[in-house]
């Protein structure tokens, strides 16, 4: 499951591409896609505090809530939001 946390957390994905907490959604699914990535970790300050899921960003973009129904709207939230979105519609 994706998350995001001021925490840190995996810090052997150091050397790996990575994302940020306010990254677009529609950024950080073409990163994904270009390296054709199933995960990667959130940097923020030079510090892991997350991990974010394709699959889980391609679910949130396309999943029908009234609340959040246009998709580029969806497209541009930032990942931190985003991800905030998708643990409350579990």
């Known amino acids: 499951m994706s998350f995001i946390e001021e925490e840190s957390c995996d810090p052997f994905l150091q050397d790996q591409i ?13 990163v994904l896609l270009e390296y054709d990535g199933e995960f990667l970790p959130v940097y923020q300050h030079n510090k892991c505090v997350g991990r974010v899921y ?26 931190e939001s985003a991800v905030k979105v998708m643990k409350k519609s579990i």
Do not use: G
């Open 54 to 79: 394709l699959s889980e960003l391609l679910w949130f973009v396309t999943c029908h809530d009234p609340k959040y129904n246009l998709l580029f709207h969806k497209l541009n939230f930032d990942l």
């Open 18 to 30: 990575h994302l940020y907490p306010d990254q677009l959604v529609v950024d950080a699914i073409e």
